[in-house]
């Protein structure tokens, strides 16, 4: 994924993010290859993750095509409210909120 640094202005080839934990929260960032800085990526407490995880399974009932009708509808309500919620925990991660 080829992507331009906020702060250098370099296009850069990002590759895969890099995980640490603080405390309960795991964050996923890229670092800019140029210059340094950090991008989050996502950040997740443990209800989030286990709500990914639902979400995983739910995809894996769908892809092994064996999921009833209502599957689809809840694995996307759970990405929806997922997302939402990884970016709740961004923006207070950053102090943003
Ligand atoms: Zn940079």
């Known amino acids: 994924m080829k992507t331009i640094c906020n702060v250098c202005r370099k296009r850069t080839d990002i590759g895969k993010p890099d995980i640490r934990t603080e405390g309960d929260l795991e964050i996923q960032y890229i670092t800019c290859p140029s210059c340094g800085q950090e991008y989050i990526v996502a950040v ?5 993750r286990k709500q990914i995880k639902s979400y995983d399974r739910l995809q894996q009932k769908i892809k092994n095509g ?3 009708v209502g599957v689809y509808r809840k ?3 759970l990405h ?3 997302v939402m919620r990884c970016q709740q925990l961004i923006a207070q991660y950053l102090g943003i909120e």
């Open 44 to 48: 997740t407490d443990p209800g989030l």
């Open 66 to 68: 064996n999921a009833a």
């Open 75 to 77: 694995a996307e309500e």
């Open 80 to 82: 929806q409210e997922n």
